[in-house]
């Protein structure tokens, strides 16, 4: 790795102090900041449209849409480390979340027609946070089988997920009794090995 460790924090949450929020600050507060550089997107506050499927990036692997997309494709490029978190919503990710993953084609274009994976010196890994006001599973299933093509579309070959469900009001997550820690101890695994 360079001098820091490079941690990319993408939050899927339109709730500002939900479930979701309090989870990413718990995993937050376990990076040493001195050793990391964070980049966090609350993808709620960004313009991200949905993928057109105009075919640009098929020969390029370059997105033509220029919104605030941009700013996360050199994070994701450059991320030693990647926490995804996103509350379940009809069984899938939020919205926010799958625009962002969908736009992340120009990524796999890349990996899979081009045979050019993301290189970085570093064996990247993620973590993934889920939330659901649900006790079903399926849900967690369906977001974690998206996010699972999402993480291997940029290069990120091993994560590990977390899933808390039946957590529906905001900042219900307070209660659960081990799920802040949990993240937490998560994070601190994700980016210290
Ligand atoms: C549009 C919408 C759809 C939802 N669909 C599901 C669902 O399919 N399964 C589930 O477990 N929870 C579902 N929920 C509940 C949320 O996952 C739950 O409230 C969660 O705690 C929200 O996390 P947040 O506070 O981080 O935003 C849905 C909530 C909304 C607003």
């Known amino acids: 790795m360079g001098e820091y460790v490079r941690l990319l924090v993408l939050n899927g949450s339109p709730r500002t102090g939900g479930n979701t929020d309090l989870l990413v600050q718990s995993a937050l507060n376990a990076i040493d900041r001195h050793s990391h550089r964070v980049d966090l997107f609350r993808l709620n506050d960004m313009n991200i449209r949905p993928c057109q499927n105009c075919g640009g990036c098929t020969d390029t692997g370059v997105c033509v849409i220029e919104d605030r997309m941009q700013q996360i494709y050199p994070a994701l490029r450059q991320a030693d480390r990647i926490i995804l978190a996103s509350p379940i919503y009809f069984f899938g990710l939020s919205a926010q979340t799958k625009a962002m993953i969908d736009r992340c084609q120009p990524l796999w274009c ?3 027609i081009h045979n050019m994976p993301i290189q970085t010196a570093t064996h990247r890994k993620g973590l ?3 939330v659901g006001g649900m006790k079903k599973q399926i849900g967690a299933d369906c977001s974690a089988a998206t996010a699972t093509a999402f993480f291997r579309s940029v290069s990120i070959e091993e994560h590990k997920t977390l ?3 039946g957590i529906d009001a905001k900042g219900a997550i307070r209660s659960h009794p081990t799920a802040l820690q949990d ?4 994070a601190k695994i994700l980016t210290v090995h």
């Open 163 to 165: 899933t808390f469900l």
């Open 183 to 186: 993240v937490y101890e998560a």
């Open 128 to 130: 993934l946070v889920l």
């Open 110 to 112: 890349e990996k899979y």
